[in-house]
């Protein structure tokens, strides 16, 4: 019998769909955020093939596409809006569940980008299985709060906003939509209405930083990064705590391979 035992387990594992995953980066981000950072080389030793580079002028393709784990990186305008960058995944999304109809799809999201992909996924009708987010605001950072006070120019020069001079002073007053979209969730706020709305029935998991005294890292509070935090998801998410800073460390690819391995 162990023969058959073997058979059925051989057929399981060739019957088994392939995973596609997209990795969504964060606020001042890019595509190549993920490779800069070590992330996409741990994927790779993972099992996990670069299929392409998702932009909103169409797809870069990479020789990973016909992997049977792959993942895909996006390049979305970072300092627009949450709703806008949303509407730009939700197409990107799209056109990878059109070209991979049988596989499954998780998406990956650091910091806003985990904002970014879990709106996509709550506004639009993406086949999606897993939302896996990375040190991300679910419930807003005061971080946005100060830089929006640092670059209104109806106060008095501080001696913060003196340092955002020059091109960075630029951005972050041309990033007002997304930070006022990432501050501390009340009502009247998209995070506050993001977090009642109903959410699809699939796997949620928050990756925490929880910084040294467990209160969070330096743009993020702990609970901000938390799922379980967010109303609706509360109770329906499993998370993993990284003992890293704020931005993308090789690390990641380790913990991010191990949970695509056990969704």
Known sequence: MKWFAALV??????????????????YLGSAASWERSGVTNLLHQGGWQAAGVLTPRGLLPLPGAEAENKFYTVELPSIAPIASQSRILNGMLNAVAQKHPDESLVLVGHSAGGVV?????????????????IASPHLGTGRAVQALDETDDVFPISMVKSFFVGDI????????????????????TLLFWLNRQPHPEIDY?????????????????????????VPVLKGRVKSRHTTLSHSLHPVDGEVLADILSSL
């Open 9 to 26: 387990l051989s057929l399981t594992a060739l019957s088994a769909k392939a995973d596609v995953a997209v990795l969504v980066h964060g």
């Open 169 to 188: 002073y630029d951005v972050v007053r041309d990033s007002w939509g997304v930070l006022l979209d990432l501050t501390p969730e009340h009502p009247g």
């Open 205 to 229: 998991v928050s990756v925490i930083r929880p910084g040294p005294v467990g209160m969070g890292d330096e743009v993020v509070p702990a609970y901000s990064q938390d799922m379980n935090n």
């Open 117 to 133: 992909a879990r709106m996509t996924l709550v506004m639009g009708e993406i086949p999606a299985k897993a939302l896996v987010t």
